[in-house]
């Protein structure tokens, strides 16, 4: 008859308690440059020893002012090594910034248990570093054009179209100047 020796959880561990043997995090896929208003895609990997997929937590970036995070489902690979649970996750994030400049997100961070050592742990990757370039505005692509007359001094608006977006074309005819009022 063998017998099993459960131990209580230590009290210096990590809260969720997440009991590995090993836990590596790395980018998959990291893009240094981004523009303003388009996604750009981070692929995180995460491979476990001795957990299942779901004992695991999600795998997030740091929230980040001025950056949206869209994350896809995470895609899960599981085995049995030596007889032992093994998990690799990968996801993928959508980072749409909304300003230019340069952009630091924090990377992931998961806190662990070493089962070997019986101590805790935290596996994490380093912040991503953008820099991020101005959108891109494509002329007169997006709604009519209003030609304006700069004598008349009456500058209609624009009607937007189903985008929600407009443009403006503004022609100055004849040696009229462009200016702030009379």
């Known amino acids: 008859l063998r017998g099993l020796d459960v131990q209580p959880i230590p009290a210096q561990a990590p809260q969720p308690w ?22 750009a895609t981070v692929e995180i990997e995460v491979i476990a020893d001795g957990a299942s997929a779901t004992q695991l937590p999600p795998v997030t970036l740091a929230d980040t002012p001025g950056v949206q995070v869209f994350a896809d489902p995470q ?16 996801r ?4 749409v910034p909304a300003q230019a400049g340069a952009v630091s997100i924090g990377g992931p961070r998961i806190e662990w248990w070493d089962a ?26 997006v709604a009519e054009d209003v030609l304006v007359r700069v004598r008349s001094r009456y500058v209609p608006a624009t009607r937007a179209n189903r985008h929600d977006q407009f443009d403006l074309m503004l022609q100055v005819l004849g040696q009229a100047g462009v200016g702030h009022g009379a």
């Open 18 to 39: 997440l009991p590995l043997h090993d836990l590596k995090l790395r980018y998959a896929q990291s893009p240094t440059q981004a523009r303003v208003g388009e996604a």
């Open 75 to 90: 895609q899960v690979d599981e085995q049995f090594i030596d007889g032992r649970p093994r998990s690799i996750l990968r």
């Open 92 to 95: 993928r994030i959508a980072i």
């Open 116 to 141: 070997a050592q019986g101590v805790p742990r935290t596996a994490m990757l380093p912040p991503l570093q953008l820099q991020v370039a101005p959108g891109h505005v494509q002329a007169d692509g």
